[in-house]
């Protein structure tokens, strides 16, 4: 019988899932397809229940000319716990659409179901917010929606970046120093005219040259790391195309504090995780969807990230499903 697999993908990316290299599900399901795993996919929208039952209401993929492809007229429903493993990876906004479609997990036996990364877990870890678990890792920052705090906190550190706590991909995050004239109005319209908690850090100054994306999987933290660099006229990464990407090496030190971080994930079920690093600090962690940037990897180092992501990822299945006696 083979082994079956259910991805819960972001709706662009059902949209444009044909040749989509950008994205890491598009690796993993061709991958998973080439080692003859059933693979399924779905989006937010398609989770529901039946009384107590988690379902899905999904679509079957396949290859074709080294490409993959879905049966668009053949969806079916599931039963979630019919499926050997889960990889729930909706982009955010972490909203209550996102939040609704976590619940439904509620109702998985997770003895039965690999969960990667365990909605239950997403849905109690905000991938800003919670940076704060490792305080000797994340630089100055403050949590609140109170607009004296916020400039205060700016005056004090002189340059910051303010980020809602819900988006992804930089969106809504802005920079602000003391002659920001705009200050009053970007912290109106982020704090929802001061109802909604944002985060405001300290600028690092070594992000002007890119953060690093140091990626995890269970308690293993991967050598391979790719550089994002700023977009033009940017001050942050926004742009994902070639030219924003260079070949990055880890430190000793940023490969220890990434092996703190993803033991203590580890343990509650965030097993895919990626860091967005720079001045030997942790900017964000990445829970939700955290793009391992394969293709990207691959032409910088010139070899098959993918392989090396896969065999890890194998490992970490069998090991839930107690096939093999060690995590990595």
């Not at 992804?168 to 920079?175: I, L």
């Not at 100054?205 to 977009?231: M, Q, S, T, W, Y």
């Amino acid at each position: 019988m083979k082994n079956s697999i259910l991805f819960v993908i972001d709706d662009l990316e059902l949209k444009y899932f044909e040749f989509n290299d950008l994205v890491t599900n598009f690796w993993l399901i061709k991958e998973f397809l080439e080692r003859e795993w059933e693979v399924f996919i779905t989006i937010k929208s398609g989770l529901m229940t039946e009384g107590n039952l988690a379902k899905t209401l999904c679509y079957e993929t396949y290859l074709e000319n080294n490409d993959i492809f879905y049966k668009k007229d053949e969806q079916k429903k599931y039963l979630i716990e019919d499926f050997d493993v889960v990889f729930f990876r909706p982009d955010p906004p972490v909203d209550i659409d996102y939040i609704n479609a976590c619940n439904v997990f509620d109702y998985v036996d997770h003895e039965k179901t690999v969960l990667i990364n365990n909605p239950i877990a997403i849905k109690n870890f905000n991938e800003k917010f919670h940076l704060n678990y490792f305080p000797q890792y994340a630089p100055e920052n403050i949590v609140t929606a109170n607009a004296d705090e916020i400039k205060n906190f700016v005056r004090k550190q002189g340059k910051a970046i303010i980020k809602p706590l819900n988006q992804c991909f930089g969106g809504g995050v802005y920079y602000l120093d003391k002659e920001e004239r705009n200050i009053n109005t970007i912290i109106k319209n982020l704090t929802n005219n001061g109802k909604t908690m944002v985060m405001v850090q300290k600028y690092l100054e070594g992000a002007v040259n890119g953060d690093k994306r140091i990626l995890i999987l269970g308690e293993h933290v991967f050598d391979e790391c790719i550089r994002k660099l700023p977009g033009k006229d940017d001050f942050k990464f926004s742009v994902h195309s070639d030219k924003y990407f260079e070949t990055a090496k880890l430190t000793d030190e940023e490969k220890e504090m990434a092996k703190a971080v993803a033991k203590r994930l580890n343990i509650v079920e965030l097993y895919m995780v990626g860091l967005d690093v720079a001045d030997g600090k942790i900017m964000e962690i990445n829970v939700t969807s955290p793009c391992y940037f394969i293709r990207e990897i691959n032409a910088h180092n010139k070899e098959r990230f993918q392989d090396i992501l896969m065999e890890k990822l194998i490992e970490l299945i069998e090991y839930k499903q107690g096939k093999i006696p060690v995590s990595i």
